[in-house]
């Protein structure tokens, strides 16, 4: 099994910055990708952004294209989500995922990943 845990989340106010991390442990696989996805109440959990562990490809979804980064940490077994010029409609609850067998492109469908982690708050007040 895979485990995953997110923090770094919290009340920010509009326009200023957070950094998510999540951290896998737990088995281990030769080809992976790892993506962040959010889901605000009464919504469906939508893609934000992914990575490719070996590669380093990344892939972005349109309303976060220049304010969020992502990056991964070999040593640390560790995703960071950079989150920049935040928005209120950016409030959300954040989640980590891993998706198995990825080597070139990043999923961005949430029903290609395989474990997730228990998510974090990420509220942007006006």
């Known amino acids: 099994q895979v485990q995953l845990v997110e923090s770094g989340g919290g009340l920010v106010q509009a326009g200023g910055s957070l950094r998510l991390s999540c951290a896998a442990s737990?088995?281990?696989?030769?080809?992976?990708?790892m993506g962040w996805f959010r889901q605000a109440p009464g919504k469906e959990r939508d893609f934000v952004a992914s990575?490719?562990?070996?590669?380093?490809?990344?892939g972005y979804a349109d309303s976060v294209k220049g304010r969020f980064s992502i990056s991964r940490v070999y040593a640390k077994n560790t995703v960071y989500l950079q989150m920049s010029s935040l928005k209120p409609e950016d409030t959300a609850v954040y989640y980590c995922?891993?998706?198995?067998?990825?080597?070139?492109?990043?999923?961005?469908?949430?029903?290609?990943?395989?474990?997730w982690g228990q998510g974090t708050q990420v509220t942007v007040s006006s």
């Open positions: 995922a891993l998706a198995k067998g990825r080597i070139a492109t990043t999923p961005k469908n949430k029903y290609e990943y395989d474990y």
């Open positions: 737990g088995r281990t696989f030769s080809t992976y990708a």
């Open positions: 990575i490719i562990w070996s590669g380093g490809t990344t």
